[in-house]
């Protein structure tokens, strides 16, 4: 319509609705459904959308983890699938760019797994600035905060100590990492991480002591440490661990942030449903007279309610103190005349408790790359089936989540070690051979064993791993690893086991096991096999 209520002309009006449909093509930008029209999200780049609202979100998360037992099982099932008991090192030298034949690579990089294992294993724990901890302890401890607060941070000073090497590793609190004084930031420089022109870390700057460690240490809560992160020769100083999920990052956000407030609703849930419970198995009682205090006050002509009140009280309390009749496993009670005792009732329904927990909690192991079973290790209602599909699924993002924290934060501490090493001349290298500082990512080229995948049905899974090898789709080395085992460990071992069966006149197991492997790779699969499993 137009100013005088007459309608607009037909070109305008369809000029008007084509506008209109090309502004909303997509139903997301729409306004016109009520669950769009107050969406309003502000727009905000990497960096600024958690590093205005980090410190909040890392104080809730660690707040859950310490109190909710959903949320500390969830960390620790992460830290036990990614981490285990700890990493074996598999060094794996280039031996193409380090001018090294296969077998020199070899016996190199098995020189320096012995030297590793050494350092990995010894119990005065040198390797840790702290010494409370071996190599795997410090790789479970920056795991845990990887898993809970988004990110784990360590420096790596240079302390000569009872093990021969001045490398060591101090896992640091990233809550530590901000900017001094408290100052806003920069371009180049953003939540207590220093950057080039690029965006690239090339400093840290950290609290000597935590904000809140505030007994006997709140003067170090207002100085920062300036750590590079490597030194002029590239030597690793410091690492920084986290999951970038959006361009511009600088800081590591938790993987706890999007289900953090449904976490919060279900373990209050929890919480109102135990104490309601507890409430409704409680039986209360309360007698019923049928005496009017007022009424009571004028019949008696008393001029003090409070004393006729004390003097009832008082005549009822000498009444039920009196000695009463006993029966064997009963009491029988005299009451007042008139009065009578009423039970309260339970009238609280819970039906919906176990579905709306249960709802919840997929949706935070969804969240946090885990199985409902695993992360409320209730696997009750598991088939063969799903609990094999989940167990690759879950294998696939846990193996993701162990490579990126290998190289982010397990290699860089390998590098630092690795070339004092070669500064101390404790590898034997051919004359050729390119050296360490020529070459450094060559030489720290390596794997690292993690825990096993494990296995659901270990017959139907060593039969399929025996065909892979059999028939040349895998090797020793993959299907050891995949178990958490070296492969080169494990074929040492099986020798020293077969001269030793050899030399007691034992026959080796192995000779035994050949016939089972040969009949796995020859015996068709019977139909249906594995039904019954899968039924259950």
């Known amino acids: 319509m137009d100013g005088y209520g007459n309608p607009l002309p037909a070109a305008v009006r369809t000029a008007a609705r084509r506008r209109y449909s090309m502004s909303a093509a997509y139903s997301a930008a729409s306004n016109e459904h009520a669950s769009m029209a107050a969406w309003r999200p502000g727009t905000y780049s990497g960096h600024s959308a958690l590093g205005l ?60 797994e012995a030297l590793w294992s050494d350092v990995a294993t010894d119990p005065r724990n040198w390797f840790d600035a702290e010494r409370t901890k071996s190599v795997s302890g410090i790789l479970g401890l920056a795991a845990r905060h990887r898993f809970t607060d988004g990110e784990a941070f360590a420096v790596l000073p240079y302390r000569m100590g009872g093990n021969g090497y001045g ?38 700057h950290v609290r000597k002591a935590h904000a809140g460690d505030v007994f006997g240490r709140m003067r170090d809560t207002f100085i920062w440490d300036h750590i590079e992160r490597e030194d002029e020769f590239g030597r690793p100083l410091a690492v920084h661990s986290y999951e970038a999920t959006r361009a511009g990052m600088t800081r590591g956000a938790s993987r706890w942030a999007p289900i953090l407030q449904q976490l919060k609703q279900v373990s209050d849930y929890n919480d109102y449903e135990l ?94 790359g885990l199985t409902y079973e695993q992360l409320t290790m209730d696997w009750s209602k598991v088939n063969y089936s799903s609990a094999r599909a989940a167990l690759l699924e879950i294998w696939r993002g846990l193996s993701s989540e162990k490579s990126s924290f290998a190289h982010s934060f397990m290699q860089p501490i390998y590098w630092a070690w690795l070339e004092e090493v070669f500064d101390q001349g404790r590898i034997r290298l051919p004359a050729r051979a390119v050296s360490f500082e020529a070459n450094p990512a060559g030489w720290v080229r390596a794997a690292w064993i993690g825990s096993g995948r494990g296995w659901v049905d270990p017959e139907k899974e060593a039969k399929a791993a025996a065909i892979r090898l059999a028939t040349g789709l895998t090797t020793q080395e993959s299907e050891s690893a995949e178990q958490g085992r070296d492969w080169k460990e494990d074929t ?29 790779v020859n015996e068709p699969t019977k139909p249906g096999e594995g039904d019954e499993e899968e039924n259950k």
Request: hydrophobic share 40%; net charge negative.
């Open 53 to 112: 609202n980090r410190d909040v979100v890392v104080d809730r998360i660690n707040d859950a983890v310490r109190n909710s037992g959903w949320a500390s099982a969830g960390v620790t099932r992460l830290v036990d699938n990614v981490v285990g008991s700890g990493w074996r090192l598999s060094s794996k030298p280039n031996a193409r760019t380090l001018n090294l034949t296969e077998d020199e690579a070899d016996e190199i990089g098995d020189q320096i």
């Open 167 to 204: 490398t060591c590793v101090h896992v640091i609190d990233p809550a530590r990492l901000s900017n001094p004084m408290g100052q806003m930031d920069t371009e180049t420089l953003r939540d207590g991480v220093e950057l080039d022109e690029y965006g690239a870390p090339i400093g840290y």
């Open 275 to 368: 104490q309601a419970a507890s409430l409704n198995a409680v039986m209360a009682a309360f007698i019923k007279t049928p005496f009017d205090m007022d009424q009571l006050a004028d019949s008696l002509g008393a001029s003090d309610i409070g004393k006729s009140i004390n003097s009832l009280g008082a005549a009822q309390a000498a009444a039920y103190a009196a000695d009463p009749i006993r029966l064997k496993g009963a009491q029988i009670n005299f009451l007042n005349p008139g009065e009578d005792v009423v039970f309260t009732k339970s009238e609280h329904p819970n039906a919906a408790f176990e579905v709306f927990v249960n709802a919840g909690l997929r949706n935070v192991a969804s969240c946090v």
């Open 492 to 520: 040492i071992q099986r020798a020293r086991e077969l001269r030793f069966a050899r030399k007691h006149g034992v026959t080796p197991g192995e000779a035994a096991s050949a016939g089972v492997v040969s009949r796995f």
